[in-house]
């Protein structure tokens, strides 16, 4: 059975700081895995996919990483802001989507 | 991209009464959907794979004869919350899973509150 796991489960840095945001998966055979963000008691926002054959992708301040066979992902966040608060998910994709535990951002300026 | 649209929104209703969640494809044929609820402060958590024009795949511990999911057509799958209880007020949302290789997109996302 698969399993994400999400290290920390909260964090609470100044504005400025570069951040680094840890996704772990028991089960290597993925197809992809995606990084989302999630505001409080709002739905999904889809930051960065990466396919299972890639090894990472950028999008502005955001790059995620992806080690299939150690099962481990990692989102950056350059430069942060009091704007990227918020929990963040990884969901990995098998012939479902399964989500991570999540990590609580909070940003403070 | 894919666009999803979930209904309704929020809702409350009375304890033993039924809320029937949809979500909609609006731009692509959804043979498969995956229904997620998600309780305060915790994760997502998977519930049910919905089917096209077949029964859905439920996960261990998910009580299939009360969270009822209908997927009869490949535009629309829905979620009936039977006979609900306070216990069942949490965040439900539903996910299209067309291809195992692409992004996955999500409806806006159903609070329910049963009182």
């Known amino acids: 059975k698969q399993e994400v796991t999400q290290i920390p489960a909260a964090l609470s840095v100044p504005e400025g700081e570069n951040l680094v945001l840890n996704c772990s998966f028991t089960?290597?055979?993925?197809?992809?895995l995606q990084w989302f963000r999630q505001d409080p008691g709002k739905g999904l926002t889809s930051l960065l996919l990466?396919?299972?054959?890639?090894r990472e992708q950028t999008s502005g301040r955001l790059n995620a990483s992806l080690d299939k066979s150690s099962g481990r992902s990692t989102l950056y966040i350059a430069a942060s802001q009091p704007g990227d608060s918020a929990t963040y998910l990884c969901?990995?994709?098998?012939?479902?989507?399964?989500f991570g535990t999540g990590t609580r951002l909070q940003v403070f300026p | 991209g894919a666009v999803v649209s979930q209904h309704p929104s929020w809702v409350i209703c009375k304890s033993g009464t039924s809320v029937k969640i949809e979500c909609r494809s609006l731009?692509?044929?959804?043979?498969?959907m995956f229904w997620y609820r998600q309780f305060p402060k915790q994760s997502l958590m998977l519930m049910a794979t919905?089917?096209?024009?077949?029964?859905?795949?439920?996960e261990q511990g998910v009580e299939k004869d009360k969270f009822l999911i209908n997927h009869a057509s490949l535009t629309l799958s829905t979620l009936t919350v039977t006979s609900a209880h306070p216990e069942d007020s949490s965040f439900y949302i539903c996910?299209?899973?067309?291809?195992?290789?692409?992004?996955?997109?999500f409806g806006q996302g159903t609070r329910l509150t049963v009182v």
């Open positions: 990466i396919q299972s054959s890639q």
């Open positions: 969901a990995v994709r098998t012939d479902k989507l399964i």
């Open positions: 731009d692509f044929q959804a043979t498969t």
């Open positions: 919905s089917n096209e024009g077949s029964k859905a795949t439920y």
């Open positions: 089960d290597s055979a993925i197809y992809n």
């Open positions: 996910s299209e899973a067309a291809r195992g290789n692409t992004e996955a997109f």
